[in-house]
């Protein structure tokens, strides 16, 4: 064996345990993404036992003027029909202010009820005030809400938009008539 044939062999043999090494060191970083992924999951399993599901869609004072909307399921502004804001009458849009913001109007798919007074005040946003309506309490789709300038600060909104989520709208500044704009906040979920 020349000197050229050992040095090529061991090179071979010292190869080897680089290689297993390497195969060592992916097999580690897959059982870490595998436990991190699961733990990730059961994190949220866990929460969302213990504080009811995330929110898909979340609005945080949005200020409407008349004839504004927002579509609660993206985050997204829009409008209901023909108007200035949606020329073409798509009408994205789950909800939208009329007469001086002092209603609220409903994409054709769209339902909204107003919460009773004493289901307001717990201060928690969840579904649960809205989920425990009864099928009788929800106005036909398409029915607006009326009276957003009577309406206290705090005053709960349950909408079903026209993707079928539900949402919990809540009154942060009722309507002014000077102004013509209401302030709002929303949470909506997916699944009910």
């Known amino acids: 064996m020349s000197s050229t044939g050992v040095h090529r062999a061991s090179r071979t043999r010292a190869a080897r345990p680089e290689a297993s090494h390497s195969a060592l060191k992916m097999g580690v970083v897959l059982v870490i993404f595998v436990v991190v992924a699961l733990g990730g999951w059961l994190a949220a399993m866990i929460w969302q036992a213990a504080n009811g599901p995330a929110p898909v869609a979340r609005g945080s004072v949005i200020v409407l003027a008349d004839g504004q909307g927002v579509d609660l399921d993206v985050s997204m502004p829009g409008a209901i029909g023909p108007g200035p804001n949606d020329p073409s009458g798509s009408g994205t849009a789950d909800l939208a202010t009329r007469?001086?913001?002092?209603?609220?109007?409903?994409?054709?798919?769209?339902?909204?009820?107003?919460?009773?007074?004493?289901?307001?005040?717990?201060?928690?946003?969840?579904?649960?005030?809205?989920?425990?309506?009864?099928?009788?309490?929800?106005?036909?789709?398409?029915?607006?809400?009326?009276?957003?300038?009577?309406?206290?600060r705090g005053q709960r909104i349950c909408v079903r938009t026209n993707a079928g989520n539900l949402s919990l709208v809540t009154i942060d500044r009722p309507s002014d008539p000077n102004s013509g704009a209401v302030d709002l906040h929303y949470l909506t979920w997916s699944g009910y």
């Open 99 to 152: 007469s001086r913001a002092t209603a609220l109007v409903l994409s054709a798919g769209a339902r909204a009820v107003r919460l009773p007074d004493a289901a307001t005040g717990s201060g928690e946003e969840t579904p649960d005030p809205c989920t425990a309506l009864a099928d009788s309490a929800w106005p036909p789709p398409g029915a607006g809400v009326s009276g957003l300038d009577r309406m206290e």
